[in-house]
């Protein structure tokens, strides 16, 4: 579950393929009565982001995943995603991005990401600026979620597992490989 760029069916995806026409419009069409209830409680009308959680949600479970990759919104903290207990979570770098939602500075863009941090779970994270790894791994330590701290290059090793991310070399800057190798698996 992703933001998209040109299909809204690009943010629901399992074994990289988008949910289909028919498979969106049905899946929305069962929802609907669900959805209607919110109009008139206490938590109002369901937003836009919700709806379309809800329907990664409810197509994940239609087709029966084992795992899925879920990508919060804006922020994390109070992000309808927020709601999935993850085998494992994981931070990227922090930019200065939605100022006005988030906070002027790393520190406090990197408090709404932490937000995703749930007690025992995993973490790992590229974050590159000092302030902003200072408040995940205090969030991290509060929550006993063994933190991994990513730096470009290098592996890190634990007994969780093997972590290891490069830029991709034909890909933008802003696109990581990231691998994880487990005793079970790699990813």
Same mark, same amino acid.
Request: charged share 25%.
């Given at each position: 579950?992703? /933001?998209?760029?040109?299909?809204?069916?690009?943010?629901?995806? %399992?074994g =990289?393929? &988008?949910?289909?026409?028919?498979?969106?419009a049905?899946? &929305?069409?069962?929802m609907r009565?669900?959805?209607d209830?919110?109009d008139?409680?206490e938590? =109002?009308?369901?937003?836009?982001?919700?709806?379309?959680?809800?329907?990664?949600?409810?197509h994940?479970a239609?087709?029966?995943?084992?795992?899925?990759?879920?990508?919060?919104?804006?922020?994390?903290?109070?992000?309808?995603?927020?709601?999935?207990?993850?085998l %494992?979570?994981?931070?990227?770098?922090i930019g200065?991005?939605?100022?006005?939602?988030?906070?002027d500075?790393?520190?406090?863009?990197?408090?709404?990401?932490a937000g995703?941090?749930?007690?025992?779970?995993?973490?790992?994270?590229?974050?590159?600026?000092?302030?902003?790894?200072?408040v995940i791994?205090?969030?991290?330590?509060?929550?006993?979620? /063994?933190?991994?701290?990513?730096?470009?290059?290098?592996v890190?090793?634990?007994?969780?597992? %093997?972590?290891f991310?490069?830029l991709?070399?034909?890909?933008?800057?802003?696109?990581?490989?990231?691998?994880?190798?487990?005793?079970?698996?790699?990813?």
């Amino acid at each position: 579950f992703s /933001p998209y760029v040109y299909d809204v069916r690009e943010r629901v995806q %399992v074994g =990289g393929e &988008m949910i289909s026409q028919e498979d969106f419009a049905a899946r &929305m069409t069962e929802m609907r009565p669900i959805i209607d209830t919110f109009d008139d409680s206490e938590f =109002g009308p369901i937003t836009e982001f919700e709806l379309k959680t809800l329907l990664a949600f409810f197509h994940f479970a239609k087709s029966e995943v084992d795992f899925a990759v879920i990508e919060v919104g804006i922020g994390g903290r109070l992000d309808a995603t927020n709601v999935v207990q993850p085998l %494992v979570t994981g931070i990227t770098n922090i930019g200065l991005d939605h100022t006005d939602l988030l906070g002027d500075t790393h520190a406090k863009i990197a408090f709404e990401k932490a937000g995703i941090i749930k007690e025992g779970i995993p973490v790992f994270t590229a974050t590159q600026n000092t302030e902003a790894f200072a408040v995940i791994a205090e969030r991290a330590a509060c929550l006993n979620a /063994p933190l991994t701290h990513l730096v470009e290059g290098t592996v890190s090793a634990n007994e969780r597992g %093997v972590a290891f991310w490069n830029l991709a070399p034909s890909e933008s800057e802003q696109t990581a490989n990231l691998n994880l190798t487990t005793e079970r698996r790699e990813y």
